[in-house]
Nanobody, 130 residues
Framework: QVHLAESGGGSVQAGGSLRLSCAVS????????MGWFRQAPGKEREGVAA???????TYADSVKGRFTISQDNTKKTLYLQMNGLKPEDTAMYYC????????????????????????WGQGTLVTVSS
């Protein structure tokens, strides 16, 4: 069983930066997807950025050029560096993952779909003021 714990959220002014972290504990092996998602009040959860086990990354159009997803496998931690934050980035941010047997081919574009991931953290709140 995998446990995910996000941290790093906070309140910033527009144009500012934050780095979110997601610590992974438990048994996770083989091919995998890991991603960052967000949900604003009254809106559906949406994929922000994701990485697959072959190192491929993908981003939502709304964050391309501003957000960067990365992972430190030795620390079992996923990161989301967010620069140039906008008020519309305000949301609860979640990390999520799913994994399969080694050799399973994962298409990273699928990793931005919430229903493709089955382990979720509790979320960390990001608030961007204008």
């Amino acid at each position: 069983q995998v446990h995910l714990a996000e941290s790093g959220g906070g309140s910033v002014q527009a144009g500012g930066s934050l780095r979110l972290s997601c610590a992974v504990s438990g048994d996770a092996y083989g091919s995998y997807c890991m991603g960052w998602f967000r949900q604003a009040p009254g809106k559906e959860r949406e994929g922000v950025a994701a990485v697959s086990s072959d190192g491929s990354t993908t981003y939502a159009d709304s964050v391309k050029g501003r957000f960067t997803i990365s992972q430190d496998n030795t620390k079992k931690t996923l990161y989301l560096q967010m620069n140039g934050l906008k008020p519309e980035d305000t949301a609860m941010y979640y990390c999520a993952m799913n994994f399969w047997e080694r050799g399973f081919i994962v298409f990273v574009a699928e990793c931005l779909k919430p229903n493709f991931l089955d382990a979720w953290g509790q979320g960390t709140l990001v608030t961007v003021s204008s």
